[in-house]
């Protein structure tokens, strides 16, 4: 380990690390505008400059290597007089737009000004002005304010896989660019973040709020299954902005645009009354006591074996727990959670999970994706697997649609003929699975929700057998999930019970009369037209699909309104917290089953806090008991060796834009659509 002194201190750095990192991790400050953790080093700004032991002038920190026997320091006379100067060069074109600027308040420019900079100015020349540049309706441009850092260029090429963002012009005449045309990519939002300065802001955003208005909750993110750690930030009931928490493990310090930008449909659309549909079949509404009532008599009035629950993609796992737990009361075993029909496996855990997890990307060495398109399911997920491609040494191969997932990939085939192939050896991306020391599959929800799903699952178990992927120190047997709910409901068994019925059976029994009563919570994506003359209750929070079906309607809280517990994609447990009161009577939803429970006369669920649900939560799963911290699955046999049909693989996710009730009422996510899908299908002669 090199040995540096850095102000008269001698400190041990780890190898291969540059200056700057090592004065950080010194316990040294040094400013930057250019240089940023997870980009290349551009070293263009030249704000971190330190001074050195024989070097006749200041050197640039973030580019020159940490070696043995240096000496650096940071805040000489030398070291503060170049840092002025550097700032006093940055300002001359910087327009005093403070006052009505987005970035005020959190901006880097702003607070290196006030720490380094010089209190006066020297030019007073006109101020240059650059024409705002179009970068879709996620970006607002004020090019004027841009300082070159190049970060932004930097991101888009190495990160988000477009490169759609580049330089023209030198010297004082160089603008920053993408042609005028929107930038592509489903992590754009991210440059806001990461512009040093207010030269990029979120449009949506613009105009709406202070930092120092707002107050700041950290939660999850359950647009996905993905549970990228986020930051919800709220001004009275409303949810101005959400924007990224650090989480090495998950989403790193991104999130994609879906995520970020989606919060404006929880003020769109918003169910915030009880309502019963009345003699002429128009809702009305109700107070809570008699929509309960008229849910109770519906329920215990009906057979239990004519009584089905499906819980949609965004229900945390008290709710489930609490609607499983009121059915059992009631003797029904009509109950899933797996709104899009996959024949997954509820009794072995790994057949179901990320076993690798997302961090485990980085260390494996070939990737087979059967049925997915991770760009479009779990945009996070698909940033790191193009990170471990940028390494080297990792083949993807996709067997399914033909995808643009950032990176170069192998098209393996498009259905399972082609899964057959590989898994026999009789293909050539075989023997790349073979010679790879950590190989792993990814199996999407395009290759599940199928009829023959479960033979699908039990081909894929066993290919990865075959190969290798299953072992003591590795597992790279993984299930993409697209819904946040998904795995939560897994663990705690919210499938049919014996002799029930799964969503298709459910909702073939509504067509024919088999099942008299159907309980919705929060499920949205089933065909609203095969619930026959089923008398319908609908649980949530948007007058989505569910809603419009609806007998009575009970409205419940978003994740933004609700202490709450998920499970992501690789069966990591998290909380989400509230961030906003619901509007108007809704209430969270486990505590409207807990209040349902008592007018049935079935006697009341046992539990009267959240406190004691996520006791019963332990109870019913042990998993539940680690927050934050993915537990291994016991491998053991799962899926069905049943014959495969040979119906190509087709992706879950149409448009990445709209995929729940949020997304589908949020106006930034409409403009998203028009802008970008509409946009492909003219491309490909596509609908959709």
């Given at each position: 380990m090199p040995t540096l002194t850095i102000n008269g201190r001698d400190v041990d750095v780890p190898e291969g690390i540059n200056v700057l990192q090592a004065c950080e991790l010194a316990g040294h400050e040094i400013p930057r505008f250019c240089y940023h953790e997870r980009l290349s080093v551009a070293g263009n700004c030249r704000m971190c400059l330190v001074e050195m032991e024989r070097s006749p002038k200041p050197i640039a920190s973030c580019h020159m290597p940490a070696k043995d026997g240096m000496k650096i320091w940071t805040d000489s006379e030398k070291t503060r007089k170049a840092r002025r100067g550097v700032m006093e060069f940055l300002l001359i074109n910087h327009p005093l737009d403070c006052p009505i600027c987005d970035q005020g308040g959190e901006c880097?420019?702003?607070?290196?000004?006030?720490?380094?900079?010089?209190?006066?100015?020297?030019?007073?020349?006109?101020?240059?002005?650059?024409?705002?540049?179009?970068?879709?309706?996620?970006?607002?441009?004020?090019?004027?304010?841009?300082?070159?850092?190049?970060?932004?260029?930097?991101?888009?090429?190495e990160v988000a896989g477009v490169e759609e963002i580049g330089a023209?012009?030198?010297?004082?005449?160089?603008?920053?660019?993408?042609?005028?045309?929107?930038?592509?990519?489903e992590l754009s939002g991210n440059l806001v973040d990461i512009c040093p300065v207010g030269a990029l802001t979120s449009k949506p955003y613009a105009f709406s709020a202070r930092p120092w208005e707002l107050r700041k909750t950290p939660t999850i993110d359950v647009m996905d299954a993905v549970g990228a750690n986020i930051r919800v930030d709220t001004r009275g009931r409303d949810v101005m902005r959400v924007l990224p928490r650090l989480h090495e493990d998950i989403n790193e310090e991104w999130i994609d645009d879906k995520t970020r930008h989606a919060c404006d449909g929880l003020r769109r659309q918003r169910?915030?009354?009880?309502?019963?549909?009345?003699?002429?079949?128009?809702?009305?509404?109700?107070?809570?006591?008699?929509a309960l009532q008229a849910v109770a008599k519906?329920?215990?009035?009906?057979?239990?074996?004519?009584?089905?629950?499906?819980?949609?993609?965004?229900?945390?796992?008290?709710?489930?727990?609490?609607?499983?737990?009121?059915?059992?009361?009631l003797g029904s075993p009509n109950l899933d959670c797996r709104q899009d029909g996959a024949k997954l496996d509820p009794s072995a855990r790994a057949g179901y999970i990320f076993n690798t997890t997302i961090a485990g990307i980085e260390d494996a060495d070939a990737c087979l994706v059967v049925g997915s398109n991770?760009?479009?399911?779990?945009?996070?997920?698909?940033?790191?697997?193009?990170?471990?491609?940028?390494?080297?040494?990792?083949?993807?191969g996709v067997i399914?649609?033909?995808?643009?997932?950032?990176?170069?990939?192998?098209?393996?085939?498009?259905?399972?003929?082609?899964?057959?192939?590989?898994?026999?050896?009789?293909?050539?991306?075989?023997?790349?699975?073979?010679?790879?020391?950590?190989?792993?599959v990814i199996l999407g929800q395009g290759a599940l929700a199928r009829p023959d799903g479960a033979e699908i699952l039990g081909q894929v178990r066993q290919?990865?057998?075959?190969?290798?992927?299953?072992?003591?120190?590795?597992?790279?047997?993984?299930?993409?999930?697209?819904?946040?709910?998904?795995?939560?409901?897994?663990?705690?068994?919210?499938?049919?019970?014996e002799g029930g019925r799964d969503v298709n059976g459910m909702l073939q029994a509504a067509e024919t009369g088999e099942l008299d009563v159907v309980y919705l919570l929060g499920a949205d994506e089933i065909d609203p037209d095969r619930l026959g003359k089923a008398f319908v209750i609908y649980q949530g929070h948007h007058g989505d699909a569910g809603a419009h079906a609806a007998d009575v309607i009970l409205p419940g809280a978003a994740y933004t309104e609700k202490n709450a517990t998920y499970v992501n994609t690789e069966g990591r447990v998290q909380l989400a917290r509230l961030a906003a009161q619901p509007p108007g009577e809704a209430r969270e939803d486990w505590t409207i089953?807990?209040?349902?429970?008592?007018?049935?006369?079935?006697?009341?669920?046992?539990?009267?806090?959240?406190?004691?649900?996520?006791?019963?939560?332990?109870?019913?799963?042990?998993?539940?008991?680690?927050?934050?911290q993915p537990q291994p699955a016991e491998w053991r046999s799962f899926g069905s060796d049943g014959r495969m049909g040979s119906d190509p693989f087709t992706a879950p996710v149409d448009n990445f834009y709209m995929t729940d009730p949020i997304s589908r009422n949020s106006e930034t996510m409409a403009r998203c659509t028009a802008t970008f899908m509409t946009a492909n299908q003219k491309a490909t002669g596509t609908h959709g």
């Open positions: 880097d420019l702003q607070d290196q000004a006030m720490a380094y900079g010089f209190d006066r100015s020297r030019y007073l020349e006109n101020k240059r002005a650059v024409p705002e540049k179009e970068m879709g309706p996620l970006i607002k441009t004020i090019m004027t304010r841009c300082i070159h850092c190049t970060r932004c260029i930097r991101f888009a090429a023209l012009g030198r010297g004082e005449e160089m603008e920053i660019t993408t042609l005028e045309r929107a930038i592509t990519s169910l915030d009354r009880p309502y019963v549909r009345n003699r002429r079949g128009r809702l009305e509404e109700v107070s809570w006591d008699e519906k329920l215990t009035e009906t057979q239990p074996e004519r009584v089905g629950a499906i819980a949609g993609d965004l229900c945390d796992a008290e709710s489930m727990l609490a609607l499983k737990d009121l059915m059992g009361s991770p760009r479009r399911e779990a945009a996070m997920i698909n940033a790191r697997l193009r990170k471990r491609f940028l390494q080297g040494g990792f083949r993807v399914g649609e033909p995808v643009d997932l950032t990176f170069q990939i192998d098209h393996l085939g498009a259905g399972p003929d082609t899964l057959k192939e590989v898994a026999a050896g009789r293909h050539s991306f075989a023997e790349v699975l073979k010679t790879a020391e950590k190989p792993m290919l990865a057998e075959d190969f290798g992927m299953v072992r003591e120190d590795w597992n790279g047997f993984n299930v993409l999930h697209t819904a946040a709910g998904r795995v939560g409901g897994l663990d705690l068994g919210f499938v049919p019970g089953l807990r209040a349902l429970s008592e007018y049935t006369g079935r006697g009341a669920l046992p539990y009267d806090n959240l406190g004691q649900v996520r006791q019963k939560l332990i109870e019913a799963s042990k998993t539940f008991a680690a927050v934050d």
